[in-house]
Nanobody, 122 residues
Framework: QVQLVESGGGLVQAGRSLRLSCAPS????????MAWFRQAPGKEREFVAG?????????YADSVKGRFTISREIYGDNKVYLQMNDLKPEDTAVYYC??????????????WGQGTQVTVSS
């Protein structure tokens, strides 16, 4: 069974940092461009950041550029990470990972984990 398991969320104050992890299982995503998405209450799911398989090209939503950094393991478990610095209340959402087709910002598969909740208090 193919799964994407997100973790690392939590409740933090504005200005603090969190690091999210995405662990694929059931198949390898090592040749896929991977991305993080988020969905806030009452809003549609939106693209946050993407990274190509080699890890040398990354792209971001304007709202997180300069604050968030996406990275991935090139070997091993092929985990994908999202380092989130200087968090703002508007970053509050459930965060998910999925594959995308670079340079697009739409999910490639209808495959969603449970997500990880990030809540930023002001």
């Amino acid at each position: 069974q193919v799964q994407l398991v997100e973790s690392g969320g939590g409740l933090v104050q504005a200005g603090r940092s969190l690091r999210l992890s995405c662990a694929p299982s059931g198949r390898t995503f090592s040749t896929e461009t991977m991305a993080w998405f988020r969905q806030a209450p009452g809003k549609e799911r939106e693209f946050v950041a993407g990274i190509v398989p080699a890890g040398n090209t990354r792209y971001y939503a304007d709202s997180v550029k300069g604050r968030f950094t996406i990275s991935r393991e090139i070997y091993g478990d092929n985990k994908v990470y999202l380092q989130m610095n200087d968090l703002k209340p508007e970053d509050t959402a459930v965060y998910y990972c999925n594959a995308v087709i670079w340079p697009l910002r739409t999910p490639r598969y209808d495959l969603w984990g449970q997500g990880t909740q990030v809540t930023v208090s002001s």
